[in-house]
Every structure is written in structure tokens, then in C-alpha cells.
């Protein structure tokens, strides 16, 4: 169990790195093993989660070469894949097991998908009822609401789904189901969840129009193996973008950082709490709007959080809460459920979190209530196993009054090994030992 501990810091400055984006590299890889050929896929996400998919493809037959910094992977075409040996293990990555039980859904084989503690712990009825509809046979847990799930894959169906939730993950398990099935699929979401799958299967040459922001109809068909970089995680740049923001003096910039409209509410929250944020250079890139990000330090105010744009901020909650922290007055984010089942309950973590190093929070059912603008002190937190809690908390304990140790924080392998490599080059003042 490594242990973090960090020292206040001084200003930050200059360029920071960021990793390829999680979720488009675990499409990527997805969709270039459903494509016939060789697909190429540079600058992707180094984190556990997208290796946990990268495995899983390979158990499945198709091959996945690492070199110079690039995957490439051998796609088969849509039925190319065989029958896995052993249990397929997606580890902590919700993203891996959804849309992976979307893809073996329509295999004509048998398999099994499990995760970590935390993992299995975590809802599939809202994939495997819909899966079940198009015909294919999943057991699990508590009915098929909790993994393991064992998938016995067969010619699927056509559908119309609505979903009861916004989910990037429902929506591309679905997509990906609909692929393989014999008839069009046509998806409806009561909001739009980010749409990295719609434009990486356009880019992959799939027929798929967006009828409405939150309605979408797939034709079946192939896909056409393509090259592509993915753009810097934007998730991964939201710890730096607050550390820029509450640390005094401090001025930096981010280069080539996924900017889809769908996945940057950060920007706009943190604009209406007073944050000095520049985007530039935006330009497309296989689909996916890219560019830098200049942050420069401001006065933070607290403000009421529109569900709509934290939807569109939902894995940026553990930062937004640290930016509350520092913020004047009060910050409250509302109707916010699903955080609940995130990979730990981010709403419990966050309050916890927070209470330990001495900010005053109120716990709601749907979110929380952050009384902002108090000197944070340094404390012993852990990280709840949860990589985004480890991270906010992380940039929360360069602005504390004492030094702050973090335990269990092996979790930042999710999605950031690099963070605290970048940690130390940007905060020379801070002092951060792991052990
Ligand atoms: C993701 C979708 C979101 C997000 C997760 C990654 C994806 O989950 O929280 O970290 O890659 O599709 P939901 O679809 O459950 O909202």
C-alpha cells in the first residue's frame, strides 16, 4: 500500500503532459480489433483500465502489438474474435466490462467478465437488461445486476432502447450490441452523455445518424480499420487546471487536450465560479476536437452547479470539490445520483475527504454542499481505492496548511501513472515522497 505525502507549494508553472484519453483509448481498441486490418492507435492512455481492455481483446484472439509508443492492433472484422480460455478480468474499469459485454453479447461463444472489489460492486442491470432484450443470455450476480457475468453470446436482434439514465457506457455497450445485430438499433438517452463512441464509429466509416442530441440510430455494419491519435485526457488535465487556479502566482499550459463539448462542463463551471481559462489552437483530429488549455491562478466564489453541465463534468466531481474548497461562500452541486456508484461512492468519498482535512460539508443524497474559503490543514486521508479521490485530494493537499499523507494511492495507476512524476516537475517547492 504506497502512501503519498505532500508538502504546501509555492506557485506552478510552465507545461504539463497529460495521458492519452481513457475512454477513447478503450474504444479505439475496441473498434480497431471489429475492423478487418491493421489499425494504429498513438498516444493512448498508458493507465490500468485501458490494459485491463487491451488483455481482453487479446484473450479473445486478436493481437495487439506495443511499439515506439503505439498499439497496433490486427482487427479481424466483427466476428473475428474466438472464445476466451479463462475469465476475462476488466480490474476497476467499469468502462472495460460494459462495453466488452456490449461486444460478447453478439459472439457466438461462451465468456466471463469480472472485476476488483469495487467493480463488482457496481450496477450492470442497466446493460445486461437491455443485452437481454436482443437476445443474448447473461447471468450474474443478483440476477445479472452484479458481476461476474457469464455471457452466452448469440445473433442479436434489433432494438429500440431507452435508457433511464444518461450513460456514455449504456449507450456503447448498446452500440456496439447493435453492430452485431441484424436489424438497425436506434438508442434514446434522457440527456447526452459524452460521445466518444458516435464519432469514433463515424470516423471507423459505420453509418450512424444523430437523430437529436440524445437519439441515435446504428445500421449494421463494418467497420473500415483507421489510424488515429488520441487527444490528452481532459479528465486527467482537470487536476491540473484547479492546481493552476488555487495556487497563488501561478500560470500554466496544457497542449492538445480532448476539448468535445460533451466532457469539458469543468471549463464552464469553473468560468462562472470566476477562473481565468483560455482554450486555443482547437482544431479536429479523427472526429475529436483537440487544443491547448492556459490556466492562470484566480479568486475562486462558490456557485450553484446546473446538473447539466456537471453532467458534463461527472468524473471531474472529486476536483470540483476541491475547487469548492478553496472557493469564497458556498458551492452546491445537486441531482447528481449516479456519483454514487462511481468507482467508490464519490459523493460519501468526497464528504469524508474533505471533513478530514477541515472543510465544512453537507452530505445530500444527490451531491453535496461545499462551505468554501477556510484554510484547509494537513491530515492523514485515504484514497477509498478511488483514483480521482487520490488525485483531487493530492492538488487539495498543495494548498493546506500542514503537510498531508494520502494513503492506498496505488489507485492513480487507473488512469494517470505519470501523475505524480508531473506533480514534482511543476511544484519544485513541494515536497512528495512515496513509500
Ligand atoms: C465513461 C462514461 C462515464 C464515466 C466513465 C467513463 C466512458 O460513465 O463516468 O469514467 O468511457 O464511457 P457512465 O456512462 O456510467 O456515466
Known amino acids: 500500500m504506497t502512501r503519498l505525502s505532500i508538502t504546501p507549494s ?16 478503450h474504444r479505439a481498441v475496441i473498434f480497431g480489433a471489429m475492423a478487418e486490418g491493421t489499425s494504429t492507435i498513438r498516444g493512448y492512455c498508458d493507465g490500468e483500465d485501458c490494459f485491463r481492455t487491451i488483455s481482453a481483446i487479446r484473450a479473445l484472439g486478436i493481437s495487439i502489438e506495443e511499439r515506439n509508443a503505439e ?69 450474474g450476480r443478483k440476477g445479472g445486476e452484479l458481476a461476474p457475468l457469464a455471457i452466452q453470446g448469440t445473433r442479436l ?20 450490441a447493435g453492430l452485431l445485430a441484424e436489424h438497425p438499433t436506434t438508442f434514446c438517452e434522457p440527456a447526452r452523455s459524452r460521445d466518444h463512441t458516435e464519432r469514433m464509429l463515424q470516423y471507423f466509416g459505420v453509418q450512424l445518424e444523430c437523430k437529436s442530441d440524445t ?8 467497420l473500415t480499420a483507421r489510424d488515429l491519435t488520441v487527444p490528452g485526457d481532459f479528465s486527467s488535465a482537470a487536476f491540473f487546471i484547479v492546481a493552476g487556479l488555487i495556487l497563488p502566482d501561478s500560470s500554466i499550459t496544457i497542449r492538445n487536450v480532448g476539448l468535445n463539448q460533451t466532457r469539458i462542463g469543468l471549463l464552464d463551471i469553473l468560468k462562472t465560479m470566476g477562473a481565468s481559462l483560455q482554450t486555443l489552437d482547437i482544431h479536429d483530429d479523427a472526429g475529436e476536437p483537440i487544443g491547448d488549455i492556459h490556466i492562470q491562478s484566480s479568486h475562486l466564489e462558490g456557485a450553484e452547479i446546473d446538473p447539466k453541465d456537471m453532467l458534463r463534468a461527472i468524473d471531474e466531481f472529486p476536483i470540483l470539490c476541491v475547487a469548492a474548497a478553496f472557493a469564497k461562500g458556498q458551492t452546491r452541486i445537486t441531482g447528481m ?99
Open 71 to 139: 498499439l497496433r492492433v490486427f482487427g479481424k472484422g466483427s466476428w473475428g474474435f474466438s472464445e476466451p480460455q479463462h475469465v476475462l478480468d476488466c480490474g476497476n474499469s467499469g468502462t472495460s466490462m460494459r462495453l466488452l459485454t456490449g461486444l460478447l453479447s453478439g459472439q457466438d461463444f461462451f465468456s466471463v467478465l469480472t472485476g476488483d472489489a469495487s467493480l463488482r460492486q457496481r450496477p450492470m442491470g442497466r446493460i445486461v437488461t437491455p443485452l437481454r432484450q436482443m437476445g443474448a443470455t447473461i447471468n
Open 337 to 435: 445520483e449516479d456519483l454514487r456508484v462511481k468507482e467508490s461512492d464519490r459523493i460519501a468519498t468526497m464528504a469524508k475527504a474533505l471533513g478530514r482535512v477541515g472543510v465544512d460539508v453537507d452530505e445530500r443524497p444527490d451531491g453535496l454542499v461545499i462551505h468554501g474559503g477556510t484554510q484547509l490543514r494537513g491530515a492523514e486521508c485515504p484514497s477509498y481505492g478511488d483514483h480521482r479521490v487520490a488525485m483531487a485530494m493530492a492538488i487539495a493537499a498543495l494548498k493546506a496548511s500542514e503537510a498531508t499523507t494520502l494513503t492506498n494511492i496505488d489507485c492513480i495507476q487507473t488512469s494517470f501513472p505519470s501523475f505524480l512524476n508531473e506533480l514534482r516537475q511543476i511544484a519544485p517547492t513541494c515536497h512528495v515522497e512515496t513509500s
Open 157 to 176: 436482434r434489433k432494438t429500440s432502447h431507452t435508457s433511464p439514465i444518461p450513460s456514455a457506457q449504456v449507450k456503447s455497450a448498446i452500440l456496439i
Open 215 to 222: 437519439m441515435i440510430h446504428l445500421h449494421p455494419s463494418a
Open 10 to 25: 509555492g506557485p506552478i508553472n510552465g507545461e504539463i503532459p497529460i495521458p492519452g484519453d481513457k475512454s477513447i483509448t
